[in-house]
Nanobody, 126 residues
Framework: QVQLVESGGGLVQAGGSLRLFCVVS????????MGWFRHAPGKEREFVAAITRSGRSTYYADSVKGRFTISRDNAKNTVYLQMNSLKPEDTAVYYC???????????????????WGQGTQVTVSS
């Protein structure tokens, strides 16, 4: 059974940093592209960042470019999201997700992901 388990969320002041982790079990991690999405109260779930199977290519929402960095360690079955210069509008539940699709063209759309984690709360105070 596939499991995606996020951790690393918490409460941080504006301008601070957090690093999210997502550990994947039950499948060959390097066969899957990985993405991070977030869901804020009153808003739809939105794309944050994604990374290809090898880690060579990454993709970001405009709202987080230059502040967030996605990376992965295939030896540890883990994908990371380093979040710097956090803003109150970054407050949301953050989810990691796995996709079997190869092309990064598909990574922006949450419908293209096969499996999801349970989410981790990130709260940024002003």
């Amino acid at each position: 059974q596939v499991q995606l388990v996020e951790s690393g969320g918490g409460l941080v002041q504006a301008g601070g940093s957090l690093r999210l982790f997502c550990v994947v079990s039950g499948r060959t991690f390097s066969d899957y592209g990985m993405g991070w999405f977030r869901h804020a109260p009153g808003k739809e779930r939105e794309f944050v960042a994604a990374i290809t199977r090898s880690g060579r290519s990454t993709y970001y929402a405009d709202s987080v470019k230059g502040r967030f960095t996605i990376s992965r360690d295939n030896a540890k079955n883990t994908v990371y999201l380093q979040m710097n210069s956090l803003k109150p509008e970054d407050t949301a539940v953050y989810y990691c997700a796995a996709t079997s699709l190869y092309s990064g063209f598909y990574y922006y759309n949450q419908r293209n992901y096969d499996d999801w984690g349970q989410g981790t709360q990130v709260t940024v105070s002003s």
